[in-house]
């Protein structure tokens, strides 16, 4: 069993940044792959990033250039920095976790880009 928090969201306006954080219960070593997705009202939820043991990252075209996912291993978190935040990028924003075959999400940061 993993658990996940993540923290970070907020209100910001257009062009501006945002850092998430998730802290997971497990050592993150022991997670194959850690990810962000996000959900917009009336949307499926979609990868935003993701990030295996060994470091490959990978990004939805919508948020290369912009989003950036990395792996603090000495605090068990995962990071996403957002810069030149756009409207569209307001969603709900979910930390997953795989390990063992196992899915494990945390309950979602909100993230609203707004002037």
């Known amino acids: 069993q993993v658990q996940l928090v993540e923290s970070g969201g907020g209100l910001v306006q257009p062009g501006g940044s945002l850092r998430l954080s998730c802290v997971t219960s497990?050592?993150?070593?022991?997670?194959?792959?850690m990810a962000w997705y996000r959900q917009a009202p009336g949307k499926q939820r979609e990868l935003v990033a993701g990030i295996t043991t060994g470091g490959s990252r990978n990004y939805a075209d919508s948020v290369k250039g912009r989003f950036t996912i990395s792996r603090d291993n000495a605090w068990n978190t995962v990071n996403l920095q957002m810069n030149s935040l756009k409207p569209e990028d307001t969603a709900v924003y979910y930390c997953?976790?795989?390990?063992?075959?196992?899915?494990?999400w945390g309950r979602g940061t909100q993230v609203t880009v707004s002037s």
């Open positions: 997953n976790a795989i390990k063992l075959g196992g899915s494990y």
């Open positions: 497990a050592s993150i070593l022991s997670i194959d792959f």
